[in-house]
């Protein structure tokens, strides 16, 4: 009787797990869509159209199976809703599942490997998060990524095998977390100073003020700057989301609008133009004229943001030292990978916008499940290599 019982709750276990993780990535939604607006997570306490701002009643909330119901539209102004909702719900059940098929045991024993299933859930869904957040605004918020280390160094300390330490060693734990919490955060932000040192910044000081311009040749190419006796095709400018060209004009042109004595930045999607205190926006969609007198120009070259060093230290605080070596490496191949299957495509402007962050989560994630054999693997190689 009593096998029998524990067959079913293992069973039960099985579909929990996965629809736990929806139900998460349900949450997790509101999280990517209010923390970057500055909304509190709490109030309103019930999920809303982001168009209509309705209160969505709770039988049109339920993971997963909602948003098919309703095709995709809010039932109130049959407003579109990203698929982004469903596909946040359906990975984070996916991955839920997948951590609690590798490190679970049977029922009576859950208090041996639940805190570690648990732990690994938490750090999941900050990943998850922080890379939606990331790949839509451009930021790591530091309540994901200081908020996430400070949990990361707790959970070391309650679950010491998350960072390579033996069961009961929870002072050791703690202190592995903090130390690769710390080779996170310092590591990469090396990296970032020597990036800026190696690729510097390319920057242009005249005399005299020379003729600046964007132009665009047709609709089918992409758009060329053009200054003095320089012409730089935009790909070579922008190939990220995050670059940017800083302009000291005499003048400057925007179709209609003429501006005097100004600095300006120029962003993938945007112009930035400055003057006293007054800063006008304006997107480059609707710009058809860009022109001006330029005394100074410069291309800031860096290789990531300060949010991806801290959300590498959060991953350190919950894995250790050894997966942040693992992570900064699969994440550099991804990344290269991604970039050069978007020049082949055609569509290096669509590899250029995904920042760094999801491609930390994803090597990250990757360390979750192989990361260790990998290393392992490495290791054992090497040894070899050496002793031949």
């Known amino acids: 009787m009593d096998s029998t019982r524990h067959e079913i709750l293992n069973a039960l276990l099985h579909f929990l797990a996965f629809f736990m993780g929806a139900g998460i990535g349900s949450f997790l939604n509101v999280v990517i869509y209010r923390v970057p607006r500055n909304i509190s997570v709490n109030n309103p306490k019930r999920s809303f159209c982001p168009t209509c701002k309705k209160q969505i009643p709770m039988w049109q909330n339920i993971p997963l199976f909602s948003w098919l119901m309703l095709r995709g539209k809010c039932s109130s ?47 999941i869904s900050l990943l998850v998060s922080g890379s939606f957040i990331d790949i839509e605004h451009f930021i790591l918020p530091h309540s994901i990524t200081f908020g996430g280390a400070a949990v990361g160094l707790l ?74 006796d320089t012409e730089m095709p935009w790909e070579d400018i922008f190939m990220r989301a995050s670059d940017r060209m800083l302009i000291t004009c005499e003048e400057l042109q925007v179709n209609g609008h003429q501006f005097q004595k100004t600095t300006a930045e120029l962003w993938m999607e945007k112009l930035k133009v400055r003057q006293a205190n007054d800063i006008q926006e304006f997107p480059l969609e609707g710009v058809t004229k860009l022109q001006g007198k330029i005394t100074q120009l410069i291309i800031p070259r860096e290789a990531m943001g300060m949010g991806d060093v801290f959300f590498l230290m959060m991953i350190g605080a919950f894995c250790g030292w050894k997966c942040v070596l693992f992570t900064v490496l699969a994440a550099s191949v991804i990344g290269t990978f991604v970039a050069l299957f978007a020049r082949v495509t055609g569509r290096a402007e669509w590899g250029a916008k995904i920042p760094f962050g999801p491609y930390l989560a994803l090597g990250a994630l990757l360390w979750l499940f192989y990361g260790p054999h990998i290393f392992e693997w490495y290791l054992t190689k090497m040894g070899a290599f050496r002793g031949a």
């Not at 041996?112 to 859930?121: A, F, I, K, S, Y």
């Not at 679950?159 to 990469?188: D, K, N, T, W, Y």
């Not at 390319?202 to 700057?225: G, L, M």
Request: with cysteine; hydrophobic share 50%; net charge neutral.
């Open 77 to 123: 102004c049959s407003s579109p809703i990203s698929s982004r909702y469903f596909f946040v719900e359906l990975l984070t059940g996916v991955l839920f599942y997948a951590v609690f098929w590798i490190h679970h045991g049977p029922w009576p024993q859950i208090a041996v490997w639940g805190p570690q299933v648990l732990c690994l859930w938490i750090f």
């Open 155 to 228: 959970a070391s300390f309650w679950v010491p095998q998350l960072v390579g330490e033996a069961p009961g060693e929870h002072g050791r734990g703690v202190l592995m977390a903090f130390g690769s919490a710390a080779i996170g955060l310092g590591g990469l932000w090396l990296i970032v100073e020597l990036g800026k040192l190696a690729f510097g910044r390319k920057k242009h000081v005249f005399e005299k003020a020379v003729s600046w311009e964007v132009t665009q040749p047709d609709d089918t190419q992409p758009p060329v700057v053009r200054f003095a």
